[in-house]
């Protein structure tokens, strides 16, 4: 189902590489839940406020937010921003733009709580990636995931490699999209 004004969004166009089925649904709901926290906690770390209502189970992952944004991040563009791309038409929901201490370009950071890496997940940042470059003055490079650790530590960042190759996959799968849902 096409998400706002009939424009699909990248999670949607992703969906069908994504494979789910050998979780148990009660799991998986409990890790989207625990993902819906966890980022919004993180969001309110950005903005410059105390994240609220933390339960016990997210606290670990929040902290390894807060441990990152305080060590790496000089500078906040665009938290939890939804942005259309012109040309392409897909939406994506991007959860931070960033500059790193000592850089001078902006990276797109999608937070993760999963401790193994998504397969979708390249082409998920690139298509981000290309959101920002169609809707704002930022030029993101080496953007990537930042895997939260539930025991409050440093989280591990996955500079995105895929390049226009990821890119690629993701308007691949946009025409396909299109083609079979539209």
């Given amino acids: 189902m096409p998400g706002r004004d009939g424009i699909p969004s990248v999670t949607e166009i992703l969906a ?10 009660d799991v998986l709901a409990h890790a989207a839940e625990r993902g819906t926290i966890v980022h919004q906690a993180c969001a309110a770390i950005a903005s410059g406020l105390w994240p609220l209502g933390v339960p016990p189970e997210c606290a670990g ?43 001078t370009t902006s990276r797109v950071i999608d937070i993760k709580t999963p401790v193994a890496e998504g397969p979708t997940w390249q082409a998920q940042i690139a298509a981000y990636e290309g959101l920002v ?21 440093l989280p591990k960042f996955t500079q995105n490699e895929g390049g226009p190759r990821a890119m690629q996959a993701f308007l691949n799968a946009l025409a396909a999209y299109r083609f079979f849902k539209c």
């Avoid at 069908?16 to 649904?25: L, S, T, V």
Wanted: with cysteine; charged share 25%.
């Fill in 61 to 103: 992952y929040v902290k390894s937010f807060e441990v990152w944004f305080e060590r790496f991040v000089e500078e906040v563009h665009l938290i939890e921003t939804e942005l259309v791309h012109p040309t392409f038409q897909y939406m994506g929901h991007l959860d931070l733009c960033v500059t790193l201490r000592g850089e």
């Fill in 133 to 153: 470059i169609a809707n704002t003055k930022y030029q993101p490079e080496r953007s990537g995931s930042l895997r939260l650790k539930s025991d409050g530590g």
């Fill in 16 to 25: 069908p590489f994504i494979d789910f089925g050998r979780i148990r649904p």
